[in-house]
């Protein structure tokens, strides 16, 4: 998680706080940022929970926030999840530390080449895919302790998808898996193997298709319904570091694209 870096000073008039976010590195400060603007937005962190508590632990080791209600001031809490965190009584902040931890994201931006832009992108678009197929299994009460594994086990056709044709892919291999699971009596593992299987037809499929010319970028592209609240990392980033727009779901990661 600690990123280590020397590199230019980001906020010249706090720098504990610089310092603080160059050893987070621009990922975790995405988080941190993410963090502050759950306590008025109601939304999610990340796609994956762990990455607020892997957040707050390295804050805590760090001496920044306190496990208990006596640091400074109140008690923070996210709206969405249930995560709360305090920060120590001789740490100084800015008073809008969300504004102020874009401001950093923002002047970090030129620095970063775009090979470190390209793994903040895969990271959250990988995060996404995993969070997605684990609430469609879920859904089919299809066990998710091997989704990790699936999804790391996938050709490198699969890399060559976008988030949105990677949703696509993973909701109609579902459909296939959830079909196998009811007609063997609820065996998860022919299920998964269905998954893994389907995941690969369909990747190859849509590789080979959009080789030739064949598809729009927004064919075969599943993207979230208007009701879904968005990962505030998401917004984080793409307001940002990343600032690649509808690129984030359209486009597959690369460093063309970014």
Not at 161 to 181: E, P
Not at 191 to 197: C, D, Q
Request: contains cysteine.
């Amino acid at each position: 998680m600690i990123y280590g870096r020397s590199q230019q000073t980001l906020l010249p008039s706090w720098p504990e706080l610089d310092s603080l976010v160059v050893s987070l590195g621009p990922f975790y400060t995405c988080a941190w940022c993410a963090l502050e603007r759950s306590t008025s937005v109601s939304a999610p962190v990340s796609s994956d929970p762990a990455v607020a508590q892997q957040l707050l632990q390295f804050l805590k080791s760090a001496g920044v926030v306190t496990g208990s209600s006596s640091g400074n001031g109140a008690v923070k809490r996210s709206l969405y999840e249930p995560v709360s965190w305090s920060y120590v009584d001789d740490l100084i902040l800015p008073d809008d530390l969300d504004a102020a931890l874009k401001g950093m994201l923002d002047a970090w931006r030129p620095t970063l080449d775009k090979h470190a832009r390209l793994w903040i992108w895969r990271q959250l678009a990988d995060r996404e895919a995993s969070a997605y197929l684990t609430s469609l299994l879920r859904r089919h009460r299809i066990g998710v302790h091997r989704v990790d594994e699936i999804l790391r086990s996938q050709d490198e056709e699969w890399t060559r998808l976008s988030l949105g044709r990677k949703r696509y892919v993973l909701w109609s291999s579902v459909r296939g898996a959830a079909s196998q699971f009811l007609s063997s009596g609820g065996n998860e593992d022919a299920a998964l193997e269905v998954l893994s299987r389907e995941m690969r037809r369909r990747t190859r499929w849509l590789v080979v298709k959009a080789a030739a010319g064949e598809l729009r970028r927004t064919d075969y592209c599943f993207l979230p319904d208007t009701g879904w609240r968005r990962p505030l990392m998401i917004d984080v980033a793409l307001e940002s570091i990343l600032k690649i727009g509808d690129d984030y779901w359209l486009a597959a990661p690369s460093l063309g694209e970014i």
